[in-house]
Nanobody
């Protein structure tokens, strides 16, 4: 079982950048599918990016070319580098993990472990 704690959220202006971090404890994060989800006001939780050690990352079309997901297995930490931010990126961002073989799930329902979230606000 893994515990997840996010950090790095904040308020930025349009075009700015932020890097989110997710520290995993209790188990080795590299064994898991790791993902970032977000939930904006009045919206459903949506997948942003997914990564698994040894596999290519997956990105939602809305963030391709702007966001980069990565993980430092030595630090048991997941990152999300967010560039060229726009107001539509405003949301609570969550780190999630699931332990399974095969392809990583795209939907939130496929993830068993969640962090508490970190707020990202982009203003124009």
């Amino acid at each position: 079982q893994v515990q997840l704690v996010e950090s790095g959220g904040g308020s930025v202006q349009v075009g700015g950048s932020l890097r989110l971090s997710c520290l995993a404890s209790g188990d080795t994060a590299s064994k898991y599918c790791m993902a970032w989800f977000r939930q904006g006001p009045g919206k459903e939780r949506e997948g942003v990016a997914i990564i698994r050690t040894g596999a290519l990352p997956h990105y939602d079309d809305s963030v391709k070319g702007r966001f980069t997901i990565s993980q430092d297995n030595g630090k048991n930490t997941l990152y999300l580098q967010m560039n060229s931010l726009n107001p539509e990126d405003t949301a609570m961002y969550y780190c999630a993990a699931t332990y399974r073989s095969g392809l990583c799930p795209l939907a939130a329902a496929g993830y068993q472990y969640w962090g508490q979230g970190t707020q990202v606000t982009v203003s124009s």
